[in-house]
C-alpha cells in the first residue's frame, strides 16, 4: 500500500504530542532531587506543577485562534519547539523562581498542539475516530516511556540531565515536523482575533445543546483520567499492599492498554457510531475499577488495569462526537475553546478523589469514579431513547 502524505501527517503529530505529554510528566519521577537542590517542599513544586497544567488547558482556546489565523504548522512548531526551549529553561534554572517561571511557560508552549492538531487531522481523514485515536496514543506511550526513562538517568547523572531528554526529543522532532509538514492554509486568515474573543460567540458555542452534552460527558471522563494518572499506583499500593514495583508494573500496563487500543476505540466509533464507542468504553472502564476494588489476586488486577485502560480511551470517540458537531469553520475556533472548558473544570479530579481518600478511604474513592462512569452511560442511553438528538 503506497504512503500517503495525510499518513506522514499523523505520524508527526502524534510524535509531536509525544513530545508535549513527555516534557509535562518528565518532572514528577525527580520531584525529590528539585527540592532537596532548590530546599524547597514537595507542596511548593506541587503547586507549580498544577501551575503548569492550567496554563495547559487555558492555552487550547487561543492555539485554535492562532491556528485560524496562521495555519496549524506553524503551531504545531511553535508547540514542539516551545517545549524544548522552555525545558532548558528548567534545566538550566538557578533558582526555585526561574524554576517555575520555566514550568509555567512549558505547559503552555505544550497547550498549543493539541487542539489544532486534532483539527488538522479532522479535515484531512474521513475517518477522524481511527485518525484521533491514533493520534491520542502518542500521549499514554509517553506516560509509559518518560518515568523509566527520567528516572534512570537521573539516578545516573542527575535531574538535570534527566529532564534534558526532553529538549532532545523536542528538537529531534521538531526537525522532523519542519521537513515533513507542508504548509497550511488558514482556514480564517481575515478574521480578527479581537472578535474571536468576544463573550457573544464563546457564549452562543457553549450554549448549543449538542456541545453542552458532549461537553458534560468530556468532563466526567477527563475527570476520571486526571484522578487515575494522580493516584492510581497509590490506591494499588495502599488499598492490596502491593510493592512500588508492582503498582508501577500495573500502572505501566494501565497506560500501554490506553495508548495501544484507543486506536481500536476510534475504529468502531467510525464503524459503528461515536456514542456506542463511548459507551464500551464507559462499561469496560467500570468493569476494571470493579476489578482493582474487588479483585484480590494479581491476575485480577492486572485485567482490571487493561480493561480500566480501554476505558480511559475515552478521547477518540468523544472528540470526534464534538468534531462532528462543528462546522469546518468552527472546528478551530470551537474545539480549541472546548478543550480549554473542559480540562478546567475536569482539573479538580486529583483533589476531590483525593480528599475521598482521606476522607473515607480508597475504597469509596475508586467506587466513586465507577458512579461517574455510570452516569455517563445513563446519558448516553437517555439520548437515545428519548430521541433527544444531542
Known amino acids: 500500500m503506497r504512503w500517503k502524505y495525510r499518513e506522514t501527517v499523523l505520524a508527526v503529530c502524534t510524535l509531536a504530542l ?22 524547597v517542599s514537595r507542596t511548593l513544586i506541587g503547586a507549580a506543577l498544577t501551575c503548569m497544567w492550567l496554563t495547559y488547558a487555558l492555552t487550547q482556546f487561543p492555539s485554535g485562534i492562532l491556528a485560524d489565523r496562521y495555519g ?6 511553535l508547540s514542539v519547539a516551545g517545549t524544548g526551549v522552555t525545558t532548558l529553561v528548567i534545566v538550566i534554572a538557578p533558582g526555585f523562581g526561574v524554576f517555575v517561571l520555566g514550568v509555567l511557560l512549558l505547559g503552555g508552549v505544550a497547550g498549543l498542539h ?19 485515536g491514533i493520534h491520542n496514543s502518542g500521549a499514554p506511550l509517553a506516560g509509559l516511556a518518560t518515568p523509566i526513562l527520567i528516572s534512570w538517568v537521573a539516578v545516573r ?39 474571536q474573543f468576544r463573550l457573544e460567540p464563546i457564549r452562543t458555542l457553549l450554549s448549543r445543546p449538542p ?32 510493592s512500588k514495583t508492582v503498582a508501577g ?39 476494571g475499577f ?9 491476575s485480577l488486577l492486572v485485567v482490571g ?24 469553520t468552527e472546528r478551530s475556533f470551537g474545539f480549541g475553546l472546548f478543550r480549554t472548558v473542559y480540562m478546567t473544570i475536569a482539573a479538580s479530579g486529583s483533589v476531590v478523589v483525593g480528599l475521598l481518600a482521606d476522607l473515607f478511604g480508597w475504597g469509596v474513592s475508586i467506587g466513586f469514579l465507577a458512579v461517574l462512569l455510570a452516569v455517563v452511560c445513563l446519558l448516553l442511553v437517555a439520548n437515545s431513547v428519548l430521541d433527544l438528538g444531542y
Do not use: K
Open 290 to 298: 470493579g476489578l482493582l476494588v474487588l479483585g484480590s489476586r494479581l
Open 114 to 132: 493539541y487542539s489544532v492538531a486534532t483539527t488538522l487531522l479532522t479535515r484531512i481523514y474521513d475517518d477522524t475516530g481511527t485518525a484521533i
Open 72 to 77: 496549524e504548522r506553524l503551531v504545531i512548531l
Open 157 to 195: 547523572y542527575g535531574w538535570r540531565s534527566a529532564v534534558f531528554l526532553t529538549a532532545i526529543v523536542a528538537f529531534l522532532v521538531f526537525a522532523l515536523a519542519f521537513w515533513r509538514l507542508r504548509s497550511t492554509d488558514p482556514p480564517n486568515p481575515d478574521r480578527s482575533m479581537r472578535e
Open 18 to 39: 509525544f513530545v508535549t505529554v513527555f516534557g509535562r510528566l518528565a518532572i514528577s519521577p525527580v520531584v525529590t532531587d528539585i527540592a532537596a537542590e532548590f530546599d
Open 211 to 242: 456541545i453542552v452534552f458532549t461537553g458534560t460527558i468530556a468532563i466526567i471522563t477527563e475527570f476520571t483520567w486526571q484522578a487515575i494518572a494522580s493516584f492510581l499506583p497509590a490506591f494499588l499500593g495502599q488499598y492490596h499492599d502491593l
Open 305 to 328: 488495569s487493561l480493561l480500566l485502560g480501554i476505558g480511559m480511551g475515552w478521547g477518540a470517540a468523544v472528540f470526534s462526537r464534538l468534531m462532528d458537531r462543528l462546522s469546518e
Open 249 to 287: 508494573i500495573l500502572f505501566g500496563l494501565y497506560f500501554l492498554s490506553q495508548g495501544v487500543l484507543q486506536v481500536g476505540v476510534g475504529a468502531v466509533s467510525d464503524r459503528f457510531g461515536r456514542d456506542p464507542a463511548i459507551g464500551i468504553c464507559m462499561v469496560s472502564g467500570i468493569a
